[in-house]
């Protein structure tokens, strides 16, 4: 599998991936999820694949070596909507030529892009293009795309990314969106690739590869851990209240679970209706008495 996020703000855009790739738990390996298509002052775009790792290998040799020779490409596309475009056009040509053989060994055509970046004389801007070639396009609402393993990174981005966040606080949300991904599932791995586009630059400003040895990732690692757990503790436990008005069930409707408990004598007797916690208090009076 793999993760992949993209940030759109008002000073650019941030792209982060992953490399693993796995093909079961013994044959693990790395492959870049991240491609970049630069010509310095007129264009920058960046590309990033996740799903079937031969399909989104496939869809990137028809955009750098296209069938139709007379087709747009990412390099004359005179806007992103059109860049966009390109790609859609892509996943369906390999569609076409690869699903019917997929099908026949029961693989599933899964396959998503993310596409940004910046074509002189236009705003920076952000696409996730699905397995169908559609696609849709990031806003002030909704500014950022994942694909892949994306459920255990989304809780820190919703909280913390708007559009005025400042370029290189999204580059962290982004950073510790990965980390908590890399904690939680096996399947997504170093190293990452980060790319940092500066609004109107129209070339590639910042890019690192991070692996183990990155001392500012493995701060964030220890710290975002640290923090986290320190404000846990920091956050009070449950104040536990009597209440009268805890539901109960009907005996007709209730499971066998909430059912009276049966006596020596055989007789099926009603439960107690106080509340659980006066439930628990008074059983252990009722035990302090026998003592």
């Given at each position: ?31 870049r ?57 892509a ?85 510790v ?8 599932n ?47 503790g ?12 805890v ?22 007797h009603e ?21």
């Amino acid at each position: 599998m793999t993760y992949c996020v993209a940030m759109s703000v008002d000073d650019g855009l941030v792209f982060l991936s992953d490399t693993r790739t796995n093909a079961g738990v013994d044959h693990i390996s790395t492959a870049r999820k991240m491609s970049v298509f630069e010509q310095p002052g007129e264009r920058m775009l960046v590309l990033l694949g996740a799903g079937n790792l031969s399909l989104t290998q496939a869809v990137l040799h028809e955009l750098t070596e296209p069938t139709d020779a007379a087709a747009a490409t990412l390099w004359n596309a005179p806007t992103m909507a059109d860049a966009a475009r390109v790609i859609g056009r892509a996943v369906r040509l390999v569609h076409q030529r690869e699903a019917e053989a997929l099908n026949e060994f029961g693989v599933d055509f899964n396959c998503s892009f993310i596409l940004g970046g910046q074509i002189a004389g236009n705003r920076p801007r952000l696409f996730m293009i699905y397995a169908a070639g559609n696609f849709i396009e990031a806003s002030a609402v909704n500014p950022y795309f994942q694909i892949g393993e994306a459920k255990y990174g989304k809780p820190i981005i919703d909280r913390v990314l708007t559009p005025s966040t400042p370029l290189d606080e999204a580059a962290k949300c982004a950073l510790v969106s990965m980390d908590s991904t890399l904690r939680s599932n096996l399947s997504v791995g170093l190293p990452l690739d980060l790319l940092v586009y500066q609004k109107d630059s129209l070339r590639v400003t910042r890019f690192v590869s991070i692996d183990h040895d990155n001392t500012y990732f493995e701060m964030i690692h220890r710290t975002w851990g640290e923090r986290l757990r320190q404000v846990f503790g920091e956050i009070p436990d449950p104040d536990w209240q009597d209440s009268p008005n805890v539901p109960v069930l009907q005996r007709e409707r209730a499971l066998v679970l909430h059912r009276g408990p049966v006596g020596a004598d055989g007789i099926e007797h009603e439960l107690n209706a106080m509340p659980a916690q006066t439930l628990a208090q008074s059983s252990e009076k009722g035990k302090s008495q026998r003592r």
